[in-house]
């Protein structure tokens, strides 16, 4: 009996063409989040890795809709995904591959039953997104889009019952996350025809978007981004109480998360200046590492 056999047997996935739909989830998973995936498969228990295969499998299928093709075939394409999502929450089935095990991990987990309304009404943010004139329109952003985007595979991993107090350590941490990515992710994100860096940020730092694209006026560039990564590693610090709110089997987990953030800051500020030219990530070896560690702790913890 193989892992994944054993991990839809733990989660009570009992019907055939259920345990199928999974199956081909995972597959897909594994091609695109290859590293997600692996963790998922090491450090949580086996009845919850299908749950986050189908929600991850979601995630992508909205973000793919969102960032592919000219965009108003994006939003016509989106439309008609609410509507499938919407229409198999309210019906309680779906003839739709892609959105049968997730409506059953939904079943599972019935917190993502409200969540999931919120995630598609926010998600038009980022079918529109021009850029952050303020600090307080990218925390507007965070509440609208991004938190209930990331909660949807957080709220599987996070506590039974009341999750309030997991949410608002949930918000911290993904404030931080999404403030690094964005740093991280710079370069990849100007040729895109994106600014995720606010202009209130940048005029600060006397910085223009010329600049940016141009590889000019670095030392005025290194200040704005080590600023950027800095307020990043302090909300980072405080988002760290979300892994004690999780529940222990999922800490692993959730900390591997934090570790991985914490690893893609430092490769970023060793040379800021190449964030104009390349993405940056958390080095392999460092991301074996720390996920060999989480992968120990979580056997003694099992044992």
């Not at 049968?100 to 939904?106: C, K, S």
């Not at 010329?210 to 590693?233: E, Y």
């Not at 030219?277 to 958390?282: K, Q, T």
Request: hydrophobic residues 45%; aromatic residues 6%.
């Amino acid at each position: 009996m193989t892992g994944w056999t054993k991990a839809l047997d733990a989660a009570g996935i009992t019907d055939p063409g259920l345990r199928e739909d999974y199956t081909r989830q995972r597959e897909q998973v594994t091609r695109y989040r290859r590293e997600a995936a692996l963790a998922a498969r090491l450090l949580l228990p086996a009845r919850l890795v299908p749950h986050v295969i189908a929600a991850t499998a979601y995630m992508h299928r909205t973000d793919t809709l969102l960032d592919s093709g000219p965009l108003d075939g994006r939003r016509a394409a989106y439309a008609q995904w609410e509507l499938e999502v919407t229409g198999a929450l309210a019906d309680g089935g779906t003839d739709h591959p892609e959105l049968r095990p997730f409506l059953h991990t939904v079943a599972a987990h019935p917190a993502l039953r409200t969540l999931v309304p919120q995630h598609l009404a926010g998600s038009l943010a980022d079918l529109d997104f021009t850029g952050f004139a303020t600090e307080a329109e990218y925390q507007t952003y965070l509440d609208v889009y991004a938190l209930p985007a990331f909660m949807v595979v957080a709220t599987v991993l996070g506590p039974p019952g009341d999750q309030s107090a997991y949410r608002a350590a949930c918000r911290t941490y993904l404030d931080a996350s999404q403030r690094i990515d964005f740093v991280a992710d710079l370069a990849e994100d100007l040729a895109d025809g994106r600014l995720t860096l606010s202009q209130e940020a940048l005029d600060r730092h006397g910085v223009t978007r010329a600049d940016l694209v141009a590889g000019t006026g670095l030392p005025a560039v290194r200040a704005l981004i080590t600023d950027q990564l800095d307020l990043a590693g302090r909300t980072l610090a405080e988002g760290r109480s979300v892994i004690d709110l999780a529940p222990p089997a999922h800490r692993p987990m959730v900390r591997c998360m934090v570790g991985l953030d914490a690893l893609t800051a430092t490769a970023a500020r060793a040379d800021p200046a190449a964030l104009l030219r390349r993405p940056v990530g958390p080095p392999k070896g460092a991301a074996l590492r720390l996920l060999a560690r989480e992968y120990l702790r979580s056997r003694r913890s099992a044992g």
